[in-house]
């Protein structure tokens, strides 16, 4: 999941920065990308966990005195106008994901709501007709938010700002860092959102029923957002029926525990984000 080629890896002045280390080794052990055994989903919330505590760090990182000395000194270098404006891109991206993660979680539990009420076939299609608006804007806004995140990835970094004691580039280089793999992550997050609406063609149901039997929707390898793709398309080429509705609920719920997962990370990532803006700009403009 973060696997980016030019991602370097951080050596700290220990003395300095103790907490550097501790941030170096959790930086590792994200990169190291050690694969959930569960879906991508569960792979992403887990990667937002690490992240967050990443977070924390680099926050522990900013209360100490040397390293707000060496950031306040330098208040009109291009480095530090870039992680003042980057994060407010991050801050913008991890709200906007959250928003529009939250927006088709209402919308399966309507689904959800309408194919347990069963009040006849035009009820259910209506809800999955929804749904699949949700999905396609999800997809529309996923699509922008992944531009701006792709974005700020390839922008080019200023060169390193030597100081009398070569404080500012430890402390920068340490925050370029964990924006780099939290970028990686937010890329992660947005690829799997962006996964393509499949257009409506009948899917039959005996296909559909054969796949759920052999656990193939159940494979890790396959989104949640596939798996109920694939069987919303398999009744609405059909009438609704108890096998159909079992299914179809079972995935929606699934799905809806993914996205309360996801939702979750970012509401905690987006809350860390404010804290770390707040103390740069204390920092910086204090």
């Given at each position: 999941m973060t696997n980016r080629?030019?991602?370097r890896s951080i050596s700290l002045p220990s003395r300095s920065y103790p907490a550097a280390l501790k941030i170096e080794k959790e930086l590792n052990k994200i990169r190291s990308g050690e694969k959930s055994s569960g879906s991508m989903t569960q792979t992403i919330c887990s990667g937002l966990?690490?992240?967050?505590?990443?977070?924390?760090?680099?926050d522990e990182l900013l209360s100490l005195p040397s390293?707000?000395?060496?950031?306040?000194?330098?208040?009109n270098e291009r480095q530090v106008d870039e992680l003042l404006d980057e994060s407010v891109r991050l801050l913008d991206v991890c709200g906007s994901t959250r928003d529009v993660i939250s927006q088709l979680k209402e919308n399966a539990q309507d689904l959800q709501s309408a194919?347990?009420?069963?009040?006849?076939?035009v009820c259910v299609q209506s809800g999955i007709s929804s749904y699949i608006c949700s999905r396609k804007k999800m997809n529309k806004d996923g699509k922008k938010l992944l531009a701006a995140i792709k974005k700020m990835d390839n922008k080019d970094r200023a060169s390193p700002i030597l100081d009398q004691d070569h404080q500012l580039?430890?402390?920068?280089?340490?925050?370029?860092?964990?924006?780099?793999?939290?970028?990686?992550?937010f890329q992660a997050l947005l690829l799997l959102l962006t996964t393509p609406v499949p257009k409506r063609k009948p899917t039959r149901?005996?296909?559909?029923?054969?796949?759920v039997h052999k656990g193939i929707v159940k494979d890790e390898n396959v989104k949640e957002l596939e798996s109920v793709d694939f069987i919303l398309s398999a009744i609405s080429s059909g009438r609704t029926d108890l096998e159909k509705m079992q299914?179809?609920?079972?995935?929606?719920e699934t799905l809806q525990a993914g996205l309360k997962g996801l939702e979750n990370g970012l509401d905690c990532m987006f809350?860390?984000?404010?804290?770390?803006?707040?103390?740069?700009?204390?920092?910086?403009?204090?």
């Open positions: 080629s030019h991602v966990s690490e992240l967050e505590g990443l977070h924390k760090s680099m390293a707000q000395q060496a950031l306040s000194h330098h208040v194919l347990r009420r069963r009040k006849g076939d580039p430890a402390v920068v280089g340490v925050l370029e860092e964990v924006n780099s793999i939290t970028i990686s992550i149901w005996s296909l559909v029923s054969k796949f299914i179809a609920h079972e995935e929606l809350r860390r984000l404010i804290k770390t803006r707040a103390s740069l700009l204390n920092i910086v403009y204090h």
